[in-house]
């Protein structure tokens, strides 16, 4: 009996010693806070009316004055709250859903209320009753716009017949000028009449235009443009479209118009240099520009009514942390998180990291660990980074420098004997060699340092010609010596400053790689408490391009004990080179596990680390490999571009991204998808595909028991105008979001759904908890 209840009594307690949700981690480019302000004074102050851990924007106050609508993420995702104007109860949800809303905007006698969500499959414009006595299923808005576009901030005219909204409906998706791995998107404004379904194309612009505001009368309509310069300005046009006026020059940037009065705007500004947002007015007809707040806000969308009541979000400026360093200004973890998930079978615990790449989660600990190089002063690689090889290089330059020089004073003072013009044309000769010696390294070393491994062939063809000239100087020199001194002068000097630009050129060429060297950190944060610490300087690859050295990638081996980690560019092209390396936390070592010659990265190990997958070009294209038992085998061989390999816990599933079937959006650039490899025997399946999106898919990450995989998807388009979403961090690929796939049905369930670019999840078990 007593051992009977002993063991009820260990049962009782070991109840409370339970197993978390499973935790997900991802890299997010969202603010770190954001809350909403109201203005009494016409907008010379704003004080906070919102105190929320997380995200609160994009408010309106109603036509009477007595309520404020605005967007919170209070619940996980961005739904539509309600609050009496005077503070006198509690945001209240507005709208029942599980999906984006956003954007809301008052018709101009308040009884209705347009707004965007995206319940449906993405950003659509819908218009409902305003009740803000009680809270309405999604179900009762009816849907305007109704595309598989993204549709945007809408705005009624003021007699309520029209409604003004921008969309990306009317342009082909591209690649992004700069980087053409992401998806780049363009707006028009629209116009629709609500009692016909009429839809007019007010603009048609090769950039974004977005944010229209009507005027008082009805006849003009306000919206910003970046078709000058690609530098957004705010413009004004007729109800039609006909006569569009550019109000504010390209100078700085403009966003967001609000219409103060018939002759008079507020608009945003944004100063990227000072990493400030500024509220100006303009003054139409005198042109006029003044600050209209000038306190110590970054304040977004503001909103005016009538009587002079201002609203809007932002914060301070965010500073850059201890616990986030080389992330985005502010904390580490994103506003509001971690947050729960409960779907589909899913039990999670979201946590956002505010990084370009998600910082990866300890396996048994609440840690995470994340690189950190000093990129905001590039000459820090320059003074830092320097090593004893840039000397010599320095030396030899001086010394081509001094030889012009000398050739100056030779010809100077041999002028009676030699006329000084050879002198002069030598010199120009020479230094026409030091010139192209040195293009020839800054091109290849800053310009295009893609194709750094040029670098020898090109230099070593300008040795040939640098050196042959010496040589023939060489043999002239010798020659005149026998007949006069005199005449062997500046064959002797030509012979000497084209054999010192020669060794110049070959030193450049041969030994470029080992002039400077990348030396990131990495630091682990205790997510819970923020506390921080250097753990590791990763060992520069000697013989490389610095940028080579970066981090790219990175990840806990299966048990915990250390690293795995990828140095090298984030894509490149062949030729480029990219290391997948293994750290060892209690040697403090770090060794190659791949071919240190070639584009090799985004490795990962099954859970017995007996099988070791990640993506090369070593065959000539980008290819998935997996190393087993000592063995290196090509899965796909395929001329495709493929990339971020995963292997299932147990080793026998591989999932990768490939463009074979991508859709081709120009430039040479193909969508991506995902695709499955299993283990069958003793070979491996061929590639199934898993996605069809014809939009770009990346990262994917199993789940730690191998029945889901997670990734990054552009399938459900974007949420916001892009030049808004990306006024304050710059993101890229705002479309991004989480998305889980159970890999025996193809179930999907969206773990994310905001504005905010989200992507590099990375899913381990939940930590046991008392």
């Not at 598989?148 to 921008?166: T, V, Y």
């Not at 612009?205 to 443009?225: L, M, N, Q, V």
């Not at 430039?667 to 995902?674: A, E, F, N």
Request: proline fraction near 5%; glycine fraction near 8%.
């Amino acid at each position: 009996m007593r051992k009977a209840i002993f063991f009820l009594i260990l049962i009782f307690l070991g109840s409370f010693s339970v197993r978390a949700q499973d935790r997900v981690f991802f890299s997010s480019f969202s603010p770190e806070t954001w809350e909403i302000y109201l203005s009494k004074d016409d907008g010379k102050s704003f004080q906070a009316i919102t105190d929320h851990s997380a995200l609160d924007y994009d408010a309106v106050i109603s036509p009477d004055e007595q309520w404020i609508v605005f967007t919170s993420e209070r619940s996980g995702i961005p739904q539509l709250y309600v609050m009496p104007l005077d503070g006198s109860a509690e945001p209240r949800l507005l709208i029942q859903s599980d999906s984006f809303q956003d954007q809301a905007t008052f018709s101009h006698d308040g009884a209705q209320l347009a707004f965007v969500a995206s319940h449906e499959g993405n950003a659509e414009i819908y218009v409902m009753d305003f009740l803000p006595d009680s809270m309405q299923d999604i179900s009762a808005a009816k849907n305007l716009t109704n595309h598989p576009g993204g549709d945007f901030r809408p705005s009624f005219s003021p007699d309520g017949k029209f409604l003004a909204f921008s969309s990306d409906r009317g342009h082909a998706i591209r690649p992004h000028r700069v980087f053409p791995f992401a998806m780049d998107r363009i707006g028009d404004i629209y116009k629709l009449d609500l009692q016909s379904g009429n839809l007019d194309r007010l603009t048609e612009e090769e950039a974004w235009d977005g944010s229209p505001k009507w005027s008082a009368d009805g006849k003009e309509i306000y919206f910003y443009s970046g078709r000058k310069n690609n530098q957004p300005a705010i413009f004004r046009m007729k109800a039609d479209g006909s006569d569009v006026v550019q109000l504010t020059d390209s100078s700085h940037v403009g966003l967001s118009p609000e219409l103060i009065s018939d002759g008079k705007l507020a608009y945003t500004s944004v100063n990227q240099a000072a990493d400030r947002v500024y509220q100006l007015t303009l003054d139409i007809q005198s042109q006029k520009v003044d600050t209209l707040y000038k306190g110590e806000l970054d304040l977004f969308h503001p909103q005016r009514t009538k009587n002079g009541l201002w609203v809007a979000h932002g914060a301070k400026t965010a500073q850059e942390v201890e616990s986030n360093q080389g992330g985005f200004p502010g904390s580490l973890i994103g506003a509001g998180f971690p947050i729960l998930k409960n779907q589909d079978s899913l039990s999670l615990e979201l946590t956002a990291i505010r990084r370009a790449f998600a910082a990866p989660p300890d396996p048994n600990g609440p840690f995470l660990v994340f690189d950190y190089f000093d990129q905001a002063d590039p000459t820090k690689i320059f003074i830092e980074g320097a090593t004893s090889w840039v000397w010599i290089a320095l030396i030899l330059i001086l010394l081509s420098v001094g030889m012009l020089i000398r050739g100056l004073y030779l010809g100077i003072r041999n002028r009676k004997k030699i006329r000084f013009w050879k002198f002069l044309l030598a010199v120009l000769g020479a230094l026409i060699g030091l010139v192209a010696a040195l293009g020839v390294f800054f091109f290849f070393f800053l310009v295009d340092f893609m194709k750094f491994d040029y670098l020898p062939f090109a230099a070593f063809g300008l040795f040939l010609i640098l050196g042959g000239l010496a040589l023939l100087f060489y043999f002239k020199w010798k020659k005149a010596k026998k007949s006069t001194d005199s005449q062997s002068t500046l064959p002797a000097y030509l012979f000497r400053t084209f054999l010192v630009l020669s060794l110049l050129c070959i030193y450049l060429g041969f030994f470029a790689g080992y002039f400077f060297q990348v030396k990131p950190e990495l630091y682990r944060v205790n997510y819970k408490t923020l506390e921080s610490e250097r753990i590791h300087t990763i060992n520069p690859q000697s013989g490389i391009h610095p940028a080579f050295s970066t981090v790219i990638d990175l990840k806990y081996l299966p048990d915990g004990s250390g690293l795995l980690l990828t140095t090298g560019p984030f894509r490149g092209d062949q030729g480029s080179k990219a290391t997948v390396w293994e750290y060892d936390f209690a040697s403090k070592s770090q060794r190659n596990l791949t071919q240190m010659n070639k584009n090799s990265g985004f490795g990962d190990f099954s859970a017995a680390k007996d099988r070791l997958v990640f993506r090369s070009d070593k065959d000539g294209n980008f290819d998935i490999f997996v190393k087993e038992n000592g063995v290196l085998t090509n899965l796909t061989k395929s001329p495709s571009r493929e990339n971020f390999p995963v292997i299932s816990p147990d080793g026998n599933k591989i999932a990768f991204v490939g463009d074979q079937n991508g859709k081709d959006v120009g430039g040479g650039i193909k969508t991506m998808d995902i695709y499955l490899i299993e283990r069958e025997g003793e070979n491996w399946s061929k590639p199934k595909q898993l996605t069809f999106t014809q939009t770009q898919t990346g990262h994917p990450h199993f789940s730690p028991d191998g029945e889901w995989l997670i990734y990054t998807t552009e399938e459900y388009g974007i949420n916001d105008e892009q030049p808004l979403s990306q006024s304050f961090i710059f993101s890229p690929q705002m479309y991004g979001e989480i998305v889980a796939l159970r890999l025996r049905d193809g179930k999907k369930v969206k773990l994310t759904h905001n504005k905010w670019e989200e992507g590099a999840p990375l899913w381990v078990k939940g930590l046991e908890a008392q």
